[in-house]
């Protein structure tokens, strides 16, 4: 068995002994998997930075446990299942030698800055991809108010591409989780290039979608929906000479 850890944010309207209750759940799910809890840690209430299934707060709690790999990601899905629990994320933690524990996970939200790009691989998978731009608005030492924008490429396989590329158009705002993906080409005019951008894992789409010139299908989508990509281990392949662009608009 490997070591994990699993962060559970969990529902804010609970009281103490709804919360002991849940946590013992948790902690049988992972026995009844044949699973060791080693301990668990409270980290209290905290406000998030966006809303969680429309919850503004939630209560936060460490579960360090022994389990074997192949179970980690049935466990994972059991635990979303759950009403209560508002997020979970395990990761697996270093080995008894010191050597740290390794995580790519990124959470964006943000507004595309222009249509998605549906293409496809050698294979016949379908890829999408889209820019995501997002804005901080901060004070300086003067006083002075002022607005940062960062922007960042999203690729999306399989069948989440094909979503995504429906459903989504310049301007919507969206939520993706994913994990960050170097990788290297070379430009027509010989030089090498390099890019990071995030391979989405789940998009959720905020806002309404569009309400003309559409189908009855995406008139029907509800406000806010969240897509994930099945798809794992996918084959790379380039992305073309759209990558040679250095303005994402």
């Known amino acids: 068995m490997n070591n994990?850890?699993?962060?559970?944010?969990?529902?804010?309207?609970?009281?103490?002994?709804?919360?002991?209750?849940?946590?013992?759940?948790?902690?049988?799910?992972i026995a009844k998997n044949k699973g060791e809890v080693i301990d668990v840690q409270s980290w209290g209430k905290r406000k998030f930075t966006y809303l969680i299934k429309k919850q503004a707060e939630g209560f936060y709690y460490?579960?360090?446990?022994?389990?074997?790999?192949?179970?980690?990601?049935k466990i994972e899905n059991n635990f979303k299942l759950n009403d209560l629990i508002l997020r979970v994320?395990?990761?697996?933690?270093?080995?008894?030698?010191?050597?740290?524990?390794?995580?790519?996970?990124?959470l964006l939200m943000g507004n595309l800055t222009?249509?998605?790009?549906?293409?496809?691989?050698?294979?016949?998978?379908?890829?999408?991809t889209f820019t995501?731009?997002?804005?901080?608005?901060?004070?300086?030492?003067?006083?002075?108010?002022?607005?940062?924008?960062?922007?960042?490429?999203?690729?999306?396989?399989?069948k989440l591409a094909q979503?995504?590329?429906?459903?989504?158009?310049?301007?919507?705002?969206?939520?993706?989780?994913?994990?960050?993906?170097?990788?290297?080409?070379?430009?027509?005019?010989?030089?090498?290039?390099n890019t990071?951008?995030?391979?989405?894992?789940?998009?959720?789409?905020?806002?309404k979608g569009k309400t003309q010139g559409q189908s009855e299908k995406v008139q029907a989508e509800p406000s806010s929906e969240e897509f994930t990509n099945g798809e794992s281990g996918i084959e790379d392949f380039s992305l073309g000479a759209k990558q040679d662009e250095e303005v994402p608009f």
Do not use: H
């Open 4 to 29: 994990y850890e699993g962060v559970f944010i969990v529902q804010a309207r609970l009281d103490k002994d709804a919360q002991e209750k849940l946590i013992e759940e948790i902690k049988g799910v």
């Open 62 to 73: 460490l579960v360090n446990f022994k389990l074997v790999p192949a179970l980690v990601k």
């Open 89 to 106: 994320l395990i990761v697996r933690k270093g080995s008894e030698g010191g050597k740290m524990a390794n995580l790519n996970k990124v």
């Open 114 to 128: 222009r249509d998605p790009e549906l293409r496809y691989a050698p294979n016949g998978t379908a890829v999408t």
């Open 132 to 158: 995501l731009a997002m804005s901080r608005i901060f004070n300086t030492a003067t006083g002075e108010k002022k607005e940062d924008a960062c922007f960042v490429r999203v690729v999306c396989w399989a």
């Open 163 to 193: 979503i995504c590329s429906e459903y989504l158009f310049k301007g919507r705002p969206v939520f993706v989780e994913g994990r960050l993906q170097s990788r290297s080409w070379q430009a027509a005019d010989g030089t090498k290039r």
């Open 196 to 207: 990071l951008e995030v391979i989405a894992q789940n998009v959720q789409f905020l806002g």
